[in-house]
C-alpha cells in the first residue's frame, strides 16, 4: 500500500458514521458532504439552500506533502419552492454560488418544545462545521508524517489581499501629502 492510499483509508476510517464520505482520485482524494444529511441541506423560510462542501485533497507521495482546498457550492433557490421538498419550481429564482480556498460553513439548530419544564425545553442540538474536516484531515496526515502547504486558491487570495493593503496603504500616504502640500 502506498503512502497516499494508507493515508487516504486513514482519513476514511476517522470519518466513517459521519456525513462526509472519501473518494480516492488520481492526484490525491475528495472528501464529501452527504446532500442528503439535514445538516448539510438546510431549508430557510424564505428560501431553498442546498449546500455541497467538499475538500479537495492533492498529494505529493514524493515529498509527503498535501495542499487542502475547500470547494463550496450553494444552489438558492427563492420564492416558489415546492412545499416539503424546497425545489424550486418554474419561474422562481435560482442561483448558484460557488467558492474555493479556505471556506468555513458552520450552522446550528436547536430544537425547543415549551411545554416541558424549564432546563429541559430542549428536545434537539444539531452543529455542523465544515472547517471540522479539516482538522480530522489535518491530524491524520500528521500523524502519518504528512507535511501541508497552501494550495493556488489561499496562495492567490493571499496575494491580493497583500496587494489591496498596499494599495490602500499607498492611497492615504498620497493623500496626507497632498495635505500636508496645500
Do not use: K, M, N, Q
Given at each position: 500500500m502506498s503512502a497516499a492510499d494508507e493515508l487516504t483509508a486513514a482519513v476514511a476510517e476517522?470519518?466513517?458514521?459521519?456525513?462526509?464520505?472519501?473518494?480516492?482520485?488520481?492526484d490525491g482524494f475528495v472528501v464529501r458532504g452527504d446532500l442528503t444529511d439535514e445538516h448539510v441541506f438546510r431549508p430557510r423560510r424564505d428560501r431553498a439552500v442546498r449546500t455541497t462542501v467538499q475538500h479537495r485533497v492533492e498529494l505529493d507521495e514524493r515529498l509527503r506533502v498535501m495542499q487542502i482546498t475547500d470547494d463550496q457550492v450553494d444552489v438558492v433557490g427563492r420564492a416558489g419552492a415546492v412545499p416539503g421538498t424546497e425545489m424550486p419550481v418554474l419561474g422562481a429564482a435560482?442561483?448558484?454560488?460557488?467558492?474555493?480556498?479556505?471556506?468555513?460553513?458552520?450552522?446550528?439548530?436547536?430544537?425547543?418544545?415549551?411545554s416541558k419544564p424549564k432546563g429541559e425545553r430542549v428536545v434537539e442540538e444539531a452543529r455542523f462545521d465544515s472547517h471540522e474536516v479539516v482538522r480530522q484531515i489535518r491530524d491524520v496526515a500528521v500523524a502519518l508524517g504528512w507535511d501541508e502547504r497552501d494550495g493556488a486558491a489561499q496562495r492567490s487570495?493571499?496575494?491580493?489581499?497583500?496587494?489591496?493593503g498596499a494599495i490602500a496603504l499607498l492611497t492615504l500616504v498620497v493623500l496626507g501629502v497632498a495635505l500636508l502640500v496645500r
Open positions: 476517522r470519518l466513517a458514521g459521519t456525513v462526509y464520505s472519501v473518494e480516492r482520485t488520481p435560482v442561483r448558484a454560488e460557488r467558492r474555493t480556498g479556505r471556506v468555513r460553513e458552520v450552522s446550528f439548530r436547536r430544537t425547543w418544545d415549551p487570495g493571499r496575494i491580493f489581499g497583500l496587494a489591496g
